[in-house]
Structure formats: C-alpha cells, structure tokens
C-alpha cells in the first residue's frame, strides 16, 4: 500500500484547503483510511476516520463541524473549511490494512502505512 498527499499549501484564517491521498493498493487488499496531523514540537493526532465502505466517518472534537472526510474510487479526501492556524500542521494519510464497517479514529501506532506529509499553513 502507498500513499500520496496533495493539495497543502497556506491560506488565511477563515479559509478552505482540500487535501488528497492517493491509495495504491492491490485489488484483493481492504484498507482503512484516516488523516492525521502534527505541528512542530506537538505529538501526532488524529483528524478524522473513514470506514473501508465510506459510508462512517469520525472526527476529532477539534475539528467536527469544520472538515469533511470522503472518498472516491483510490483517493481519500479531507475537505478543510473555516481554517484557523491551531489548524497548521503536517497533515498525514494513513492507512491500516483491512475491512472496517465502522469509522473510529486510532492511535498512530495502530496504522501500517503512512503517505510523506503534506504542509498546512494557516495564518491569522
């Protein structure tokens, strides 16, 4: 499995970015996508979850209400609206291998693969 993020980039508070992971995988391999974060100095964190069907999401309380989860054929989408710059961070596709009917953010540790990051700047 590899991913690859896109779509970063900086913006001023109050604005929208939309990210992007694309997902390689096999065709037999299930996998569970979630988007991850982290600002300098800062442990990594959870943003949001998406079940391997794409019908249940779950997001960080930080964030409900502000950015979307979706996905679409290979590509796993966070849409990021009313932007703030506690919002600014590294954001990370990750992925855990097999078939979740449900959507539950977990650990970093818990995830087996990792796309490289891509930068979110927000500025006030």
């Known amino acids: 499995v590899q991913l690859v993020e896109s779509g970063g980039g900086s913006v001023q508070s109050g604005g929208s970015l939309r990210l992007s992971c694309a997902v390689s995988?096999?065709?037999?391999?299930?996998?569970?996508l979630a988007w991850f974060r982290q600002a300098p100095g800062k442990e990594r964190e959870g943003v949001a979850a998406?079940?391997?069907?794409?019908?249940h999401t779950d997001y960080a309380d930080s964030v409900k209400g502000r950015f979307t989860i979706s996905q679409a054929r290979r590509t796993v989408y966070l849409q990021m609206n009313s932007l703030k710059p506690d919002d600014t961070a590294m954001y990370f596709c990750?992925?855990?291998?097999?078939?979740?009917?449900?959507?539950?953010?977990?650990?970093?540790?818990?995830?087996?693969?990792w796309g490289q990051g891509t930068q979110v700047t927000v500025s006030s």
């Open positions: 998406i079940s391997t069907g794409g019908d």
């Open positions: 995988r096999s065709t037999n391999t299930n996998v569970y």
């Open positions: 990750a992925a855990r291998g097999g078939y979740y009917y449900t959507a539950l953010l977990r650990a970093p540790e818990d995830y087996e693969y």
